[in-house]
């Protein structure tokens, strides 16, 4: 729990410099608590293009900071916690999409935000879960080199049929969501309610829920509809996310559901980063160029 006084603390910082935090969903709710904007990849890479701050502070996992970067060259973009970083993002390499490039020489490249900025700087189109579909199904290609995530590849390919979807690596998940099992499913429809998975979750569990949905919509759809009871199967911090926004309703998660690196950024982390500017993001400005060209055509396909 979050003092008064490390409230306070940051809201002078954040005056004092002319910053801005931006925090995930699946953080902790003490970061929630001090966060100018609390949203998915999708609405924090869109908020990092449009805010006027000079400082951006990115309470999420390295990549988040580094879209943040190539979004905004000219703002400072600091993550308090350098070493947060998002195991999936590290199944891909640019060597890997070259080899495909070579195989596949027809198709076309889109690479998940959770990925490097170097797999960023050679792909053609980046995509969140949030806007997947939108954009495969925007480019005139017909085959698709898909990476790092062989879960959200098998639901773009359910919900894109006339297109090819070749994912690469063959074995790229997050272990957050590869962990749910079956008997999740039914402990779930036992206790009644409704099915929220994200589409980094396995097969076998997207097929047995009720909606998949990036964290972004999740919010929307529960906006929308009278169902008092959710069963949310994503990282849990975003179960108490939910709970807080809409706290007449009920939200159920696995409490192993946890994203270790997630959950590393602390309010004494945002503070010691925003006292000594700790933990700035520099990338090289070449590599940094063609993955911003990746990052603003998804932007305008959004
Ligand atoms: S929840 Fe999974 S995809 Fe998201 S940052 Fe953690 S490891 Fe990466």
Known sequence: MISDDDIQIIHHLKIELHAKILAHNYQIPEVHAVA??????LELALAARTTDA????????????ETAKILNPEKRVFIPVPDAGCPLAEYLTP?????????????????????????KAATDIVCTSGNALRIIRSL????????PDTNLAGYVREQVPDKEIIAIPANGHCYVHQ??????????????????????????????????ASTGKMIQIITETDEPVWHIFTEEGMAKRLQALFPNKKFYSNKNAICRDMHKTTASDIIRSLQNLQGEIILDEESTRSARRALERMLKAS
């Open 36 to 41: 100018d904007i609390i949203g998915d990849s």
């Open 54 to 65: 000079e400082i951006l502070v990115v309470c999420g996992v390295s990549f988040m900071a």
């Open 95 to 119: 060597d890997i999409i070259a080899k495909y490039q070579q195989k596949y020489p027809e198709a076309a490249v889109v690479v998940y935000v959770n990925s490097s900025s170097a797999c």
């Open 140 to 147: 005139p290609h017909t085959t698709i080199i898909f990476g």
């Open 179 to 212: 962990q749910f099992t079956s008997d999740d499913i039914r402990t779930a429809r036992e206790m009644g309610g409704m099915i929220l998975a994200h589409p980094e979750c396995p097969e076998h569990i997207r097929h047995n829920a009720d909606i998949v």
